[in-house]
């Protein structure tokens, strides 16, 4: 079944955006391209800059900035926070980061229940996978596939219609956020 939803996904994808080219205009929309290229690259190579005046912005509104060389420390660093406070469940939004370092293995391994917050995030992980794609990470199951996942993994009656499915998350993951000890959170630089 992945290679048709798959392929479902993308003709969605290039259709929608192929919209949006055509409500644009495709010279507009060559430069809107190329300005975001432009950003992201200047972003990238100022980025030491950046990182500080991050830090200063954060300090300033109360935050506390930790810096880390590599995975295992920015692990060690989360799971020390956690630790100082007695975490034991973590809500945690969508952040790509924490997927590349592995921070829910971590935490799991250090007795803590991490659980996905993001309604895509949430159905991989109750499915037990990780995200199939960047934006869009449970696009590779059905709507019989994940309501039949929340009737085993949430014991719930769930019926293979988008908004309740939807309604369903909603109520569980409220009592997630209601009941964490600890948020995590993503930020888009």
Not at 63 to 74: F, K, P, T
Not at 174 to 180: H, I, K, N, V
């Amino acid at each position: 079944e992945l290679p048709s939803a798959v392929q479902k996904a993308t003709t969605r994808f290039l259709g929608g955006r192929a919209a949006l080219v055509e409500i644009l205009g495709q010279d507009h929309w060559q430069e809107l391209r190329q300005a975001g290229h432009d950003v992201r690259l200047h972003a990238i190579t100022h980025l030491d800059h950046y990182l500080e005046r991050a830090e200063q912005a954060m300090t300033r509104a109360g935050g506390h900035v930790h810096w880390a060389r590599d995975a295992e420390e920015a692990c060690r660093i989360v799971l020390e926070i956690a630790e100082q406070r007695h975490v034991k469940r973590v809500a945690k939004s969508k952040s790509m980061v924490t997927e590349e370092i592995g921070l829910n293995q971590a935490m799991e391994v250090a007795g803590i229940r991490v659980v996905e917050t993001d309604l895509g995030e949430y159905i991989a992980q109750l499915a037990g996978a990780g995200p199939a794609h960047i934006v869009v990470p449970a696009f590779h199951l059905s709507k019989e596939e994940i309501a039949n996942l929340f009737r085993q993994r949430l014991g719930v009656d769930a019926p293979a219609e988008a908004q309740q499915l939807c309604q369903i998350a909603r109520q569980t993951l409220r009592e997630e956020f209601l009941s964490a000890d600890m948020g995590i959170s993503g930020g888009n630089f």
